[in-house]
C-alpha cells in the first residue's frame, strides 16, 4: 500500500503563521480597532510578534505597545469592532504560505488525516479556509473556544480532541500524530500532548524558533515531509 510506511497517519496545523499568511489582514482589523480609541497604529511588522493565543490577546498586546489597557467595557467595545472589521476582510490579502498546498496534498496522498487546531475563533478559521478554497482538505477544524474556557493551546485538549476526530474518521488506532505551528503555543502544547512537533521558521514566532523547543525546524514547506521521515523514531519527552 503507497505511503504505509509513512510515520504519522495524522497531523495538525496551526492556522495563522502557519498555514496561511494573514498578517496584512490581521493588521488592518487591528489598527481599525485601536482607532476606534484614539490609539496609533502599529506597524505590521510589530503586529506579527503579536499574533498568538487568540484575538484577545492580540489587541491586549497591541493595547499595551500603544499605551496601556482600557476599561473592561471599551476592551469588550474595541474586541468586537476588531472582530467585525476581520469579519469584513477575513481573505482580502490572506494566502497560502508557498508549498502549503502540496505538502497538504502530499501528506493525503500518504494517507495522512488533516486537522488546523488554531487559537483563532473556529468560525473565524472556518470561513477563512473556506474563503481560501482549503476547507475541504481537514477532517476537522478547532479553534480556541471549540472546547470552552481554559482548553485552547498551550493546553492539550485540542490536540487531544485532533486525534479523537481523526480516528473517528478512519485514521488507524495506534496511528501517530504530529503538530505543526510557529509558536511557543503550538510547541507547548504538542509537548503536553506527547506529539511530535515541527516549528516553521516563516511564521509569526513569538521567540525565536530556534528556541522553541521543536523536534523539528523547517524553513519553507518543501522540507515538511523529511523532516517528518526524520521523526520516525521520535519519542515524546516529558511536558
Keep these: 500500500m ?31 480597532a485601536l482607532a476606534r480609541s484614539g490609539r496609533q497604529a502599529v506597524p505590521a511588522e510589530a503586529v506579527r510578534a503579536m ?13 499595551e505597545w500603544t499605551g496601556g489597557p482600557l476599561p473592561g467595557d471599551e476592551l469588550a467595545q474595541r474586541r468586537g469592532d476588531l472582530l467585525a472589521f476581520y469579519e469584513r476582510h477575513i481573505a482580502d490579502h490572506t494566502v ?15 494517507g495522512c488525516r488533516l486537522a488546523v487546531v488554531t487559537n483563532k475563533l473556529e468560525a473565524y478559521a472556518r470561513t477563512l479556509l ?10 476537522c477544524i478547532l479553534g480556541g473556544n471549540s472546547l470552552g474556557p481554559g482548553r485552547a493551546k498551550p493546553a492539550p485538549d485540542l490536540i487531544h480532541q485532533a486525534i479523537r476526530r481523526c480516528r473517528a474518521a478512519g485514521a488507524p488506532a495506534d496511528g501517530r500524530f ?24 516563516f511564521g509569526y514566532n513569538d521567540v525565536p524558533v530556534d528556541q522553541l523547543g521543536a523536534d523539528a525546524v523547517i524553513g519553507h514547506y518543501r522540507e515538511l515531509l523529511p523532516a517528518l521521515e526524520r521523526l520516525s523514531a521520535f519519542s515524546p519527552r516529558p511536558a
Design 2 to 32: 503507497p505511503g504505509a510506511a509513512f510515520p504519522f497517519a495524522m497531523m495538525g496545523f496551526d492556522l495563522d503563521g502557519t498555514l496561511v499568511d494573514s498578517l496584512p489582514d490581521l493588521a488592518l482589523a487591528l489598527n481599525h
Design 51 to 63: 499574533i498568538g493565543g487568540g484575538t484577545a490577546r492580540m489587541l491586549e498586546r497591541a493595547l
Design 96 to 110: 497560502p504560505y508557498d508549498g502549503c498546498l502540496a505538502a497538504l496534498d502530499a501528506l493525503a496522498a500518504r
Design 130 to 139: 473556506e474563503e481560501l478554497g482549503m476547507a475541504d482538505r481537514f477532517t
Design 178 to 201: 504530529a503538530m505543526v505551528g510557529d509558536s511557543s503555543f503550538d510547541i507547548r502544547a504538542a509537548r503536553a500532548a506527547g506529539v511530535a512537533s515541527v516549528a516553521v521558521s
